[in-house]
């Protein structure tokens, strides 16, 4: 054991891991999901994205994939998935959250249609530790109300 507090830890799946052996696990997420352990499923819609998946998975994050965000304002199409995938997350309780947000427009057309959690280069590019808890430091203060995941 590592001391660790398990509902600090968040494992993400994603879709082609569920295809080889579904219900072995199904049934390891949910011995870890016991102690606390959170899931994410990523890249929703991108791969095989069967609904049975999200109805007997004890998931608690569901992760729009940034192919359906990048053209959200433009694409009459990527905005019918992207908000989809919203109402389907959020009418089963999960957490949705859009990934690869770039620009403030796709974050306030993801938040006007129920996306609360945002992650991508808008908030900020990769950086090492020591400048990213300085900028979360910085961003914190001047975002207080802002509820957002960076990448």
């Known amino acids: 054991m590592t001391g ?3 509902d600090l830890l968040e494992l ?13 696990t199904i049934r390891k997420m949910v011995q870890l999901k016991a102690i606390g ?13 069967s609904l049975s998946y999200l109805k007997r998975l004890p998931l ?12 959200v304002e433009t694409s009459v199409n990527d ?9 389907l997350g959020n009418s089963l309780g999960l ?3 859009a990934e690869g947000v770039e620009t403030e427009a796709q974050r306030a057309f993801l938040a006007a249609n129920g996306c609360s959690y945002w992650q991508g ?9 020591a400048k990213f ?16 995941l960076s990448s």
């Open 79 to 87: 905005a019918t998935i992207a908000c989809s995938i919203i109402a």
């Open 37 to 49: 352990v959170i899931f994410s499923l990523d890249d929703f819609g991108t791969g095989y994205s």
């Open 4 to 6: 660790a507090t398990p």
């Open 133 to 148: 808890e300085a900028w979360t430091r910085a961003y914190g203060a001047s975002h207080e109300a802002d509820t957002v």
């Open 95 to 97: 957490q949705v959250i």
């Open 60 to 71: 608690d994050k569901l992760k729009i994939d940034q192919s359906f965000v990048r053209e």
């Open 121 to 129: 280069f808008f908030f900020s590019r990769p950086q090492p530790a």
């Open 12 to 24: 993400e799946l994603t879709e082609g891991m569920l295809l080889t052996d579904v219900e072995d």
